[in-house]
């Protein structure tokens, strides 16, 4: 083994029973609001669950658009656990709060979905930005969302996303406002972390992707946008929900935006070196 391969293990052993706590006081109903800041260093995933029969064409959709569903796992067919990405998640159990859609709407919000699981079920779990918020703080980045203890801003664009079988429709973006300068390391930082949606998609005037209002964002809260500040925009793991709107499954299940599920995996293992 590397110093660094040692290095990483160490530093992973030391995560690991931060984020397996986490996962049980929010099994157990303790934890059900937003997950950003939390566990800092552990990847967080954001989550569609289909029956099978509709699992081919919304990996086809992940394929199609690797930056906004950067698709990280896939359980079995039936099975609500996910190895990959810690021993012990239960994903019928492990997400602060789920979405519950039926035929392309949203009808409730239930914390635990044990009792609406069904045989032919296939989970995916995509990379989320709340993975690269870590690694701009790690490079001295104010991230303004975690500053001001609120969810990120997210915004329905107009960026066409490619279609997969049924699933189809524009991007969701999430934003965070920097100075020029921090802007610009903000590019660098996130360019190593393709799974967790890589660099922004899109920096400066939010009306050219389709955004009127920027104190007005369709999921999660508002953050103040300061006189010498871009807002800058990447991809978002939500995406998969206005698409899920469109192809009308019978039944879909995401997270709540903004109330992701905390993997073992390091942040560190999904990064370019």
Not at 108 to 129: N, R
Not at 155 to 170: A, L, M
Not at 200 to 225: K, M, T, Y
Request: charged share 20%; proline share 7%.
């Amino acid at each position: 083994m590397s110093r660094l391969q040692r290095s990483l293990s160490d530093y992973k052993e030391r995560l690991l029973g931060e984020s397996s706590a986490l996962r049980q006081a929010i099994r157990r109903g303790e934890h059900s609001a937003m997950t950003s800041g939390l566990a800092p260093g552990l990847v967080q995933g954001n989550l569609v669950i289909l029956p099978a029969d509709w699992a081919g064409d919304f990996l086809t959709y992940c394929q199609n658009n690797p930056v906004s569903c950067p698709l990280i796992a896939v359980s079995e067919v039936g099975n609500p656990a996910l190895p990959g990405l810690g021993l012990d998640i239960d994903i019928r159990h492990d997400v602060p709060e789920y979405n519950i859609f039926r035929d392309g709407e949203l009808v409730e919000t239930p914390t635990d979905i044990a009792s609406l699981w069904q045989d032919d079920m296939v989970a995916f779990v995509l990379g989320c930005s709340f993975s690269f918020e870590d690694a701009l703080q790690q490079a001295g980045l104010s991230v303004r969302n975690i500053d001001m203890d609120l969810n990120v801003s997210m915004y329905r664009s107009n960026i066409p996303t490619v279609p997969g079988g049924r699933f189809h429709g524009d991007m969701v973006v999430s934003m965070r406002p920097f100075i020029a300068s921090d802007a610009i390391r903000a590019v660098q930082v996130t360019t190593r972390l393709p799974k967790a949606h890589g660099a922004p998609v899109h920096l400066g005037d939010p009306s050219l992707i389709g955004i009127a209002d920027l104190a007005a964002p369709d999921f999660g809260d508002a953050v103040e946008l300061r006189g010498d500040e871009l807002p800058v925009f990447w991809a978002c793991g939500v995406t998969p929900q206005v698409a899920v709107g469109n192809a009308k499954p019978p039944i879909c299940i995401t997270h709540v935006p903004g109330k992701m599920l905390i993997t073992d995996l390091l942040n560190a293992e999904l990064a370019i070196l």
